[in-house]
């Protein structure tokens, strides 16, 4: 029996996009195939044995990035009564608190840059000007997402 899940063309079309665009965001290949599948798979829980056959990754493949996407709290598993499998899926629930995450790591890199442009020569103005530009820039985006947060409503 084939553990291999249906999907149109537009499903694995998107899976595609999806995959380049963690790519880009620096995850492995692996960790972005499995986190696009479960996103646009009809189902949200899926089997190892699912998610190895779906995407054609190796046994060891699987293992490791289904490890990582756990460990980065990405993805959790869920296991059912007199089922030894285990059913994984996007932790979407807590998408707030994984933000928040992002953005407070986004603070302390602008508090860090502050110290920096501090104690930057003077002779290299240009490049001086351009990091407090960007600096300014993800300072502003930080202080309006935080409590942007915060107001959006809560999951019922």
Known sequence: ?????????????????LVHVHVMMGLQPAWGKILALLTVSDE????????????????SGVSQALKQLEL??????????????????????????????????????VATTNKILKIRPAATKAFNRDLADMNNFLSSLHKMTIPALKTTPEKK
Do not use: C
Not at 7 to 12: R, T
Not at 44 to 59: A, C, N, P, R, W
Not at 101 to 109: H, T
């Open 1 to 17: 029996m084939s553990n291999k899940i249906p999907l149109s063309k537009v499903q694995v079309q998107l899976i595609e996009e």
């Open 44 to 59: 949200t829980e899926l089997t190892f044995e699912q998610i190895m056959e779906t995407l054609d990754i190796s046994k």
């Open 72 to 109: 980065t709290k990405r993805i959790a598993y869920r296991t059912k009564m007199n089922d030894r499998k285990r059913y994984f899926h996007l932790r979407i629930e807590d998408w707030r608190e994984q933000v928040a995450e992002m953005f407070s790591v986004l603070g302390k890199s």
